[in-house]
């Protein structure tokens, strides 16, 4: 028979013993479309009304600052010299940052222009703020979310603290529920691979995670980062899809073996670190709903000028819908 699963949107085909969505039929290359398949054995296709907002209506960013300042000038700030997460946040609806700055610096630009909130993340430094961003004549509210991720030594300073995780949604087009810190696992005998997974809870069922993973040894820690997400998803109520972007340090191809049905990639056509041919910056959602797809995109320009540049080794990539 063929049924539209509780949440809507996608057709599923049961035959017997086995059964198969609309997605299925595309990653395997069945070229029998699930429409046809329908009218063929003459059965009804119900698909449930008022399905959740999928999580492509938004605009997504993911970026690796490689810290708050570069050449001494902060990646925070306005500037017309260099692009920062300012460009990014004005653009989009949904920015997800990887080593963002110590969490000195936010607290620094909190007590002269942001309204920030302390807050504590599974026993880590957390912070909420809120940012107006002055650019081009008009001022865009965005909302910070930033987490003390980096697991160094007591008494390193906090220069050296750099590789925490962050969000900077637009307010007007996110509604955030809640936010939660997932750590990493670490101990002599056990290492998870990862600085852990900061997470937005949306109102309309939409959960975001923002990741980075060890650079050595490359992939090393895929597998239990798509499982953190996952788990952590399964233990909230209302959610109907998930996306992470990250900063994976490992191309896409160690990614894939990983995948569960209705998980997919969303990968850019060139490269995410500077002077290599190496893309480790991108997205993978599940949403089993809602087949539709990613456009990934490297968002500066081929040959920038200083002005045009994002001042990190890592270059910035966005996702819409398509």
């Known amino acids: 028979m063929l049924t539209g699963p509780p949440t809507g949107g996608t057709v599923r085909a049961t035959i017997g013993p086995l059964s198969w969505d609309g997605e299925m039929f595309r990653r395997k290359g069945f070229p029998v479309a699930i429409s046809a ?6 059965l009804v296709v119900a698909l449930a009304p008022n ?3 999928a999580p492509v209506s938004y605009k997504f ?3 690796n600052m490689q810290g708050a ?4 000038a902060s990646l925070w700030q306005v500037r017309v010299d260099q692009l920062g997460v300012a460009d990014l946040a004005v653009t989009n609806d949904i920015v997800a940052l990887q080593e963002a700055g110590a969490t000195k610096v936010i607290d620094d630009r909190a007590g002269t222009s942001w309204g920030c909130v302390k ?6 430094l957390a912070r909420v703020c809120e940012w107006t961003i002055s650019k081009g004549g008009k001022n865009y509210k965005r909302v910070l979310y930033f987490v003390e991720a980096d697991d160094l030594a007591t008494g390193t300073g906090p220069a050296a603290r750099k590789a925490n995780l ?3 949604i637009n307010p007007t087009k996110v509604e955030v529920r809640s936010w939660n810190y997932i750590p990493p696992v670490r101990s002599s005998t056990y290492h998870d691979g990862d600085r852990g997974l900061l997470q937005l809870v949306l109102n309309d069922g939409t959960v975001v995670y923002s990741g980075h993973a060890d650079a050595r040894p490359e992939g090393i820690n895929i597998a239990t980062m798509l499982l953190k997400a996952r788990e952590a998803t399964e233990r909230l109520k209302n959610v109907n899809a998930w996306v992470l972007l990250a900063d994976f340090n ?8 990983h995948l569960r049905e209705h998980e997919r990639l969303a990968i850019p056509g060139n490269y995410t670190i500077r ?7 991108y997205l993978v959602w599940w949403d089993e709903a809602h087949p539709n797809r990613f456009a990934a995109t490297v968002v500066e320009v081929a040959s920038p000028t200083p002005a045009q540049k994002y001042a990190s080794d890592h270059r910035p990539v966005r996702f819409v819908k398509v």
């Open 61 to 63: 960013a993911t970026w």
């Open 250 to 257: 490992a191309t896409p191809n160690y990614l894939r073996p």
């Open 37 to 42: 398949m329908a009218a063929v054995v003459g």
């Open 69 to 72: 300042t570069a050449s001494g």
């Open 51 to 53: 399905a959740i907002a």
């Open 275 to 281: 002077g290599t041919q190496r893309v480790v910056d």
């Open 166 to 168: 962050a969000f900077v």
């Open 119 to 124: 807050q504590v993340k599974m026993l880590r």
